[in-house]
């Protein structure tokens, strides 16, 4: 990374500027411009047509929000990624790290850099309305107004930008799935009566996917497609390119006697939600999580603002869901084996680096029943590029990967059963005592959390702390959260329950079925980083008592990828902690080991053999 | 309080409803109307006068919500109050238990009691911007209006309603305050410099005591006066009734060269805002946690919303606060040791009764220098009275204090050099094994949080849960949060720090030199309650590392009273945990036995000695 140049974004700049001050474009000119990280559909992670921040700043993040003035051009973005941003943005650009208590939030530097009556313009189907009213309402107290432009200026910029996809969609079958579309529409309905609503907007595309029992691939990694859709009390539209619709998935949707399901083109959505408003009875329901831009179609008091409810029903995994997750995780773990076991045997020799590795990764993967896709940009890192947190290998950074530096992989891949994440940090040689005093609190902070009993319900940011508790005795601890829900067959971060410091209006409790993975990590900037994950279910505990007649939860690890045992240092690690990691390490043995033997790969079972030892 | 019969609200109730629709005072009908807790600086505890919830609904708490529609009376309350307001709410009232999943929230309920269009009334002074601005929306978007009723209902319902209080106001001498009220000025105008803002709006009344080194006693155990005040650039206004200001008071504030300070008549602040606005170059500076009625007075995009600096200026505590908080928890703790060695002598006797240990710990508080008055009421609570969290002793309540129950105590005082507030829970015969287990738990809970070492700036909600674990590990738990910033000579509860698995807008990271409570409890209803309360001083932390630059914060304990060892269960007691309590016995036997000895307080002093014995 440290060799890559940055984008030259001169150029753009002075092209944005000029439609900022342009009258044919905006009707009066813009002092500022704001470029949102998401598509119109508020997606993590979002198609190459959608990377328009990117386009602008040169920033390849999933997270961070560009704005320009006049003078200026300033990009926001979190603690997991201020070191690739810094070597990312060319000097236009001012990085500003969220996180840091001196950085200003987007409002107060917007209302100290323009004068009062100042006009900040913004794609407003890029904002969701809970990002975009908090913003207008600072904005607007400070004497500055925030504009909604329905053209979208780096569009008009960007000469080569690319088509939006347009993939065909597939049938998940109920197999995985676990559930028919049908009912899922008919409890979707029941949580609509609840509300008084007559009709559900639905805009995120996994809830689309989940919900109808469908997958796309218009996005990378991200197993989804480009649609909306309106929940009403009689009938069902969906907005989705009719390329996208074969024969099969026309019939899966239109051939139920009493669920009416209507097609409709993508583009058609807002016409519609414009015409449909005045006629139903009830309230039509967008939650404030879709994008200002089709909200403002409704009136505010017509509208129910409240979350999706579909968000949490796709977040409690049905047994056919958990089965399936449970299933890829032990293939995923096959491949792992049989990469640790190969990484093993070829990084002596030399000759190894970030770039190979992560090919082998996915070739690995690629061998297992029901692969589809990785589920997300392998972070395939050595030494220093370990702390650049979402770190992705180039031909420009590409390291060696060597006996002398820590190795970090956070892989994952998406197979029709089910979506994997998993985080391994790995020496070859023999590791310093700071790496060890590191991983081994890392691992500390995994077993703690990984062992935490806890009440139903309770938030992720009141129990995030257990994962740091180990680094911050001496003084040490991570700038990003400890985990995220995982999809299945669906995108690899998911809400609506999150674990991390951070809160956030929308978050809710965990709840038994659950699946969230835990990954702190620890990162030296310059030296190396280390974090180990799993992908974990979550599952009844069993206590002595139930205060208040409460389930108590605790955690499973789906993920079962052996975890390195010679970067402990002993002098820090509990009984506790290695008998968790005893029992860990049989689990694998015992659920891994069997279908190694049955692949016939022999190396990585002698390697997850030795690997899960028992150790005193 | 078992045999306490519930206060009948019938008659209030129907005077309150014949004042709804009653057009001389209302335009229009009011559907419902809203009681809120606290006066019109949003105190938590309040005078006699605005006791206006406790009025008509008869529950005595110190948080609670009350809301009476034309069919029916509601009330909220949270996990604290949930025994107490089952006993104090006559048949008219409905309980609605915050904290718990299937209760309404406010919004919620009266959308789904009241018709669409229905008018919902409430004192505008009485509810903060920032719990109205909310309400107001989420009713808007159901159809429903908050309605703001200058004229409080309940006042004219209220025949016998005491008079406002007028006492003097006292100096608060600069040993003590350690700062004079114009450098504080000083630094407030630093902070209005920041925001650009012309005038500070100051409403909450610890705010106003500290900022000008005065002190009242308007609200029982609050030593705060009535008032409001205007910081300007060039000049300050205080709003204050005449009668509570002494010529010192009088010379004190107006004596000094460079701060020009004018004092008006309380009831003029509303006319003087309207007033003042349109004349003041910059913004008006009033927190969202004011009232509505104030806020509005100012339009706003005039007004800056932000939390009012004082509130953390204030919680930061000055070395000369540090001194005093520690000095006035020694006189405190002299206190204890005598009352607890007395109880330990009286109790075997028969006859000891809640009461009566209450006014003995007034009284052995009360023979200490600079003695003002207690903190709060004392809760002295035996058995099952232990499990009513916020639980005062009366006549009807009383019960004997015994060999056979556990005895909960949780009592404070104001002393002219600081603020005290400690819990203590003893058993005086053999305590029974489940007495012992959450006894210890709760102990391992406080000896958890008080360990920690955490980033500066991290907030509360973040580690509460330390405090928690060992109960959750069991299936237990406590509906309350874990602890509370203490004022220095000024209200028990202050801000704008929180130790709770609850979030506030306005909660800042804890700091250096911050002041708090650890508090975690466990309580069996209908057996016992067990509490074990410090307050504690916010320290560095040495760390072996200092991630990014931070500090890294620990505890120290300001509260210096033994911790009944007898009562923990050792199996599941760790070394590491004995060695915290030997050490904490071992700091209060070094500060407290001096002093002791000194006041010839023999039997106390033979107690502390016997109770802080070194343990294995």
């Known amino acids: 990374m440290a060799s890559t140049s940055p984008k030259t974004t001169t150029a753009i700049l002075q092209r944005l500027r000029f439609f900022m ?16 990280s998401g598509d119109a559909h508020q997606s993590e992670y979002i198609a190459p047509c959608d990377c328009r921040r990117q386009y602008v700043s040169g920033f390849t993040g999933s997270a961070g929000t560009a704005i320009v003035t006049e003078q200026c051009a300033a990009l926001w973005t979190d603690g997991r990624y201020h070191l690739q941003a810094e070597e990312q943005l060319d000097s236009n650009w001012t990085l500003m790290k969220e996180g840091v208590a001196a950085t200003p939030t987007q409002a107060d530097w917007l209302s100290k850099s323009l004068p009062e009556g100042a006009r900040i313009g913004v794609d407003p189907f890029l904002l969701s309305v809970d990002v975009w009213r908090p913003l207008s309402e600072k904005l607007k107290q400070s004497g500055r107004e925030l504009v909604p432009i329905n053209q979208n200026l780096i569009d008009l910029v960007w000469d ?51 919900l109808f029992n469908m997958r796309g691939s218009d996005i990378e990694y991200n ?34 006697e009493h669920i009416k399901v209507t097609l409709h083109a993508y583009a058609d959505l807002c016409d519609d939600l414009c015409r449909l408003e ?68 070829e990084v002596p020799k030399g000759g190894m680096t970030e770039l190979k590795a992560s090919a082998k990764a996915e070739q690995f993967r690629s061998q297992q029943a029901d692969f589809v896709s990785l589920s997300f940009g392998t972070i395939s890192s050595s030494g220093p590029n370990g702390a650049i947190i979402h770190y992705q290998p180039t031909e420009a950074s590409n390291r060696p990967v060597t006996m002398q530096e820590l190795y970090l992989l956070d892989s994952g891949a998406q197979y029709r059963d089910g979506t994997t994440d998993v985080t391994r940090t790995m ?19 995994h077993i703690a959390l990984d062992s935490l009993i806890f009440p139903s319900g309770t938030k992720g940011h009141v129990i995030d702390c257990n994962a740091r508790k180990a680094l911050w005795d001496v003084g040490l601890d991570y700038m990003h959260g400890t985990g995220h829900g995982v999809g299945a067959f669906l995108n690899v971060h998911e809400g ?15 709840e038994e079925h659950m699946v969230v993975t835990i990954e702190p990590g620890y990162y030296e900037d310059g030296l190396f980083g280390c974090r180990i994950e799993n992908v974990c279910l979550v599952v009844i505990a069993e206590t002595a008592h139930r205060f208040h007649g409460k389930d108590f939860l605790t955690y499973e690890p789906i993920t079962l990828v052996p975890i390195q045992t010679k970067l402990i240092d002993r002098t820090i690690f509990t009984q506790q902690e290695m008998a968790w990691l005893n029992r860990y390490h049989a689990r694998c043995r015992e659920v891994v080991a069997p279908v190694l033997k049955q692949q016939g790969r022999t190396e990585a079972l002698q390697w997850l053999l030795r690997e899960t030892e028992h150790i005193e």
């Open 223 to 256: 197993p989804v497609f480009f649609a909306y859709a309106l929940i009403g009390m009689d009938r069902v539209s969906i907005y989705v390119d009719e390329a996208k619709v074969t024969p099969e998935i026309h019939a899966h949707l239109t051939s139920d």
């Open 160 to 210: 080569d930008r690319p088509a939006s996809p347009s993939n065909h969609i597939d049938i998940q079958p109920l197999q995985f799935a676990g559930k028919t579309w049908q009912d899922k529409i008919h409890e979707v309905r029941g949580k609509m009566n609840d509300k008084d609503a007559s009709v559900l907007v639905v805009t995120a595309l996994d809830e689309l996917a989940w």
């Open 21 to 36: 001050r342009n009258s044919e474009v905006v009707k009066q000119p813009l002092q500022a411009y704001i470029v949102p």
């Open 427 to 445: 020496h070859f040689g023999e590791p310093s005592q700071l790496e060890m005093e590191c991983y081994t609190r890392v691992l500390k902070g």
């Open 496 to 510: 609506p329950q999150y674990i991390s410091f951070r809160t956030r209006p929308t978050e809710v409790g965990l």
């Open 278 to 345: 005045p006629h139903v009875s009830g309230r039509v329901w967008i939650p404030d999580q879709s994008s200002h831009g089709l909200a403002r179609l409704v009136p505010e008091r017509r509208r129910i603002s409240d979350p999706s409810p579909i968000a949490l029903m796709k977040a409690l995994k049905n047994a056919a869901e958990i089965a399936g997750m449970q299933n890829a995780h032990v293939k995923d773990a096959v491949a792992l084996c049989e990469l640790f076991a190969w990484l093993e045997k």
